[in-house]
């Protein structure tokens, strides 16, 4: 609420200072908007971009991974190495 981070890269950026032990081996940003895509490629991570959200599938094309729903989001997370 403060604003004091603003873009998505910073709010993922500040996650990972909160929790450490995450690698970016073992972590994915997963989101529903243009812009988690992209702060999750400026921070290194994965991403999965959600079409039962606020974006379109065109707006989600950058993301690793795009799922149609919560049960194959299930199946990518559960079954990723």
């Known amino acids: 609420m403060e604003e004091t981070r603003s873009k998505k890269s910073d709010v993922i950026a500040y996650a990972r200072t909160v929790f450490p032990d995450i690698s970016r081996e073992n972590a994915f940003?997963?989101?529903?908007?243009?812009?988690?895509i992209e702060g999750a490629a400026a921070q290194g991570l994965e991403s999965v971009g959600?079409?039962?959200g606020y974006g379109s599938a065109d707006e989600l094309k950058g993301a690793d991974y795009t799922v149609?729903?919560?049960r194959a989001l299930s199946e990518l997370l559960l079954t990723s190495d």
Request: aromatic share 14%; glycine share 8%.
């Open 29 to 36: 940003m997963t989101g529903d908007r243009c812009y988690d």
């Open 68 to 70: 149609p729903d919560v």
């Open 50 to 52: 959600v079409l039962y």
